[in-house]
């Protein structure tokens, strides 16, 4: 039972550029929650996922960032115009009933 | 100002030392929740403290909730080099259960 995946690993990217963090949740979790870890410090939730739904982005940045979760497929989280502030570490977490499950991370770094 | 602040910030000791770190609020909660999150991995969860006052125990773990449900503690027994690393505590908030993390305490344990 393979857990939470995520790809890639690392990811760089110069200004400008576009950035697209991948994440397959475990198999049966319908729930996708996506959190940034900026370096030295603790995790801050971003946005909250269900199938096709956006639940809760109040930790959106309002610009630039957006999320999806299809019908099928993994959930995107995707940055627009990268800047170097937006170099962290971002981590998804599934969930179906209890307990939030997270993956691996993609660490970003903006060249 | 974090919901909730971890102390301390950083802890360096020798293996076979006893350490207390802490996490501390001037809000209820309903629950608390404890990680570890090792370099270059996503955090796991270590347990969930739910009645104020109550202790749960995890091998040399002790974990305890504050009678008044606001802060908690993880005390470590006889540390070891394999406990090393980032120790947050975090809150369940919303009708979305987005988790709350605190600063985090980030543990080294010397051979």
């Known amino acids: 039972n393979a857990g939470v995946m995520q790809n890639p690993r690392h990811l760089v990217r110069r200004r400008g550029q576009e950035a697209r963090l991948r994440c397959s949740p475990m198999?049966?979790?319908?729930?996708v929650y996506w959190y940034r870890q900026l370096p030295e410090e603790g995790l801050k939730f971003m946005v909250y996922?269900?199938?096709?739904?956006?639940?809760?982005e109040s930790g959106m940045p309002k610009e630039r960032f957006s999320a999806e979760f299809p019908k099928e497929g993994p959930s995107i989280l995707r940055i627009q115009q990268v800047v170097r502030g937006d170099s962290a570490a971002y981590f998804c977490?599934?969930?179906?009933?209890?307990?939030?499950?997270f993956g691996p991370g993609t660490r970003l770094t903006v060249l | 100002t974090q919901l909730l602040e971890q102390s301390p910030q950083f802890l360096s000791i020798q293996e076979g030392e006893n350490l207390t770190v802490y996490c501390n609020s001037s809000s209820v909660f309903s629950s608390l929740q404890w990680y570890r999150q090792e370099p270059g991995e996503g955090p796991v969860l270590l347990v969930t403290v739910v009645t104020g006052g109550e202790v749960k125990k995890l091998k040399r773990l002790t974990f305890q909730f504050g009678d008044a449900r606001k802060d908690s503690s993880l005390h470590i027994t006889a540390a070891q080099p394999g406990d090393t690393g980032l120790y947050l505590c975090a809150a369940l908030r919303g009708a979305g259960n987005m988790l709350t993390f605190g600063g985090g305490t980030r543990l080294m344990v010397k051979p």
């Open positions: 996922l269900q199938k096709e739904n956006i639940i809760d």
């Open positions: 977490a599934s969930s179906q009933l209890e307990g939030q499950f």
């Open positions: 198999k049966g979790h319908s729930h």
